[in-house]
């Protein structure tokens, strides 16, 4: 057996310790064993080692070849000068003094105090692994409660009487995220309490909601999520959605739901344009024609204002409280720009209503985080071919899980603590690190890798240039961002690399891009002034708003086309194209950046990358930049 020097880095359902050379390791231990910064060895044998630089735990120099059979052993001197053995197959090219890079699969590693004692494995309830390669032979079973007890043991289901739950929550967007997120912490909180009044109706107000409604209708609301790791992947069946209501079908059915008593949360994951926030002045967008026509029809709505303020408006005339409105977008301060919002449609509508909303809806705050690709068909094969579950519309996501809320509800809540919500007075320092950081960075991940001419999220972080890049937009970010209580922040960035480096969720790069007229203002803007007020760096956070409008053209560096997911994209595109390296015009849609375009710094910055970007291409671009370093 191998072993390893290690520290403890966090301690959370896993203990991850950091290794020689910076790498970190997950390994299901105890977490009342361990505490941050206390010193362990890692125990680990040669064969569950492997060569894998897409996402290495350490690296080091082969100093000894040995071959043995039909088996190589591989000495390697890794950082600290300790050296461990790797097994690979005979065929392996590794040759003495290579570099090499080595993945440790931390379900099957050892950890040891520094007494040398055994700490104990955690088990896993909720998430049951099993095998990268474990492939089922039967023929898949179709997802719905009488077929609960026919899946494979190693499939978490739900052992609750879904029954017995109440739907006191009304999420309006039910998409991936929220069904792995919210809804798993919901879950998680009716195994532990039983016969709840928090269990959700889901809405779908868009055309594009049916194949979710078709789905969940077709499964009795449950479906698949998939913990997706370089360690194996995970699965269980969510029962915490017992309703689903598409509102095109019956608008009435949507407005009587959330009117109803009953309903005392209504939850939003609507996506960053849903709040129809125009960002450069703050303003309501009530121009839009989506705000125009539930004004003018306030008795069939088609959007989230119309539908919500036509229940509250029942609710006030009848008597009942209201509902707390909890946004769970990636927006800074999103349950104040909620307010805002709903509160100036309601005044518009009805002066009276947009008084008693004011005075008597809360709006939460909340930082929600799990990186959470779109379901695709290999998707639903991986899920029919590895669990034997046919299920129509399952989700995956990564093994990270965070969500910060605000305590501000003014019809109570379900005591959320119990399964790892972190309530708390001010949201703002978590969701300002999150954004800043970690959206931040999805966006020049997003735009470098398109124009590279990459497709996944993990392929782009495997790009040496590009993975400095996002580093060096991290370290710009930094001063931009107030002390986050309880977070070291040069581990959560260490970790953020970890999370986008992931081979396993095969996150797309388009997806990172979508709607990027409504990111870019909330996700980089905002540091963007901070640095500039602070007389800061600013080179990265250019970069990213340049290597969008080299984007916006629609071609990568190799000719191919790039399609444009925006609402404004036709504007955009014509713009970037008729402009080219200058970025003038595109800096001018004050919609978008306001009054920044008055900062000389950040207009030459933007123009000499674009400018380079066009001239040199985006590999090129990077190295010189980088170089700088």
Known sequence: MNFISATV????????????????????????????????????SPEHLRLDSSNPSVNGEVLVVERLGGETYLYVKIAGGETIIVQTDGDHPAQLHDYVPIHINGELCHLFDQSGETIPKARRHHLTLIPMNSISTNSPIKLNKASLSRLASHVHVPKYDRHQVTNGIVHIGVGGFHRAHQALYLDNYFHEHPGSDWGICGVGLLEFDKRMRDALSSQDCLYTLVERSPEGDRARVIGAITKYLF?????????????????????????????YYIEGSGEFDVNHPTIQYDLQHPHEPIGVYGFLTAALDRRRQQGIAPFTVLSCDNLQGNGNIARKMLTAFAQMQNPELGRWVAEHVAFPNCMVDRITPATTPADIKMVAEQFNIDDAFPVVAEAFLQWVVEDNFCAGRPNWEAV?????????????????????????????GSLAGYTYVHEAMADPLIRQAVDCLMAEVTPTLEPVPGIDLEDYKKTLIERFANPKIRDQLPRLCLNSSAKIPKFVLGSLRDALRQEGAIDYMSLTIAAWFRYLNGLDDQGNPIVI??????????????????P?????????????????????SVTTHLRSLYELGTQETLTKLLSRE
Do not use: W
């Open 420 to 448: 790892g919500v972190q309530m708390t007075s001010d949201v703002h320092p978590y969701e300002m690190m999150k954004i800043r950081l970690l959206n931040a960075s999805h966006m020049l991940i997003g735009y470098l």
């Open 565 to 582: 997911d925006d609402p404004i994209a036709d504007t955009l595109s014509q713009l970037a194209r008729s402009t080219g390296s200058d």
């Open 247 to 275: 509102a095109p079908d019956n608008r009435q059915a949507v407005i009587d739901t959330l009117a109803d008593p009953k309903c005392r949360i209504v939850t939003l994951t609507i996506t960053e344009g849903g709040y």
């Open 584 to 604: 003038k015009q595109l800096l001018n849609l004050t919609e978008i950046f306001g009054d920044l375009p008055q900062s000389s710094p950040f207009v030459e």
């Open 9 to 44: 880095s966090a301690v959370n359902d896993r203990t991850t310790v950091r290794l020689p050379g910076d790498g970190t390791v997950m390994i299901p231990v105890k977490p009342t064993t361990l505490s941050v910064g206390d010193r362990a060895t890692l125990g680990i």
